[in-house]
């Protein structure tokens, strides 16, 4: 079984950065795609962006396109979520979750989320 801790989120302003960090234990992660995922307030939980096990796909929601960049480190069995450009819009909980199957699978062993705030 693995655990997932995501962390790196804060409080930023509109156009800043930031890189969120997904670290795994209890199992190594090179074999699992890894997906990133954010719940707004009031809103349901939406799909951000997902890798795969080698790094060498990745597919990301249209409304982060081009300023989000997933990676992943798997000797340090850690994703990464690079965010540029911020919005007020990206404010949200963002989780990280793996499946053993970049293309198709149930998404399980989220984490517990970290929170992201973008101010206007």
């Known amino acids: 079984q693995v655990q997932l801790v995501e962390s790196g989120g804060g409080l930023v302003q509109a156009g800043d950065s930031l890189r969120l960090s997904c670290a795994a234990s209890?199992?190594?992660?090179?074999?699992?795609?890894v997906g990133w995922f954010r719940q707004p307030p009031g809103k349901e939980r939406e799909f951000v962006a997902r890798?795969?096990?080698?790094?060498?796909?990745?597919y990301y929601a249209d409304s982060v396109k081009g300023r989000f960049t997933i990676s992943r480190d798997n000797a340090k069995n850690t994703v990464y979520l690079q965010m540029i450009s911020l919005k007020p819009e990206d404010t949200a909980v963002y989780y990280c979750?793996?499946?053993?199957?970049?293309?198709?699978?149930?998404?399980?062993?989220w984490g517990q989320g970290t929170q992201v705030t973008v101010s206007s």
């Open positions: 890798i795969s096990e080698s790094g060498t796909s990745t």
């Open positions: 209890g199992r190594t992660v090179r074999s699992l795609a």
């Open positions: 979750a793996t499946r053993p199957s970049y293309y198709i699978g149930s998404w399980a062993s």
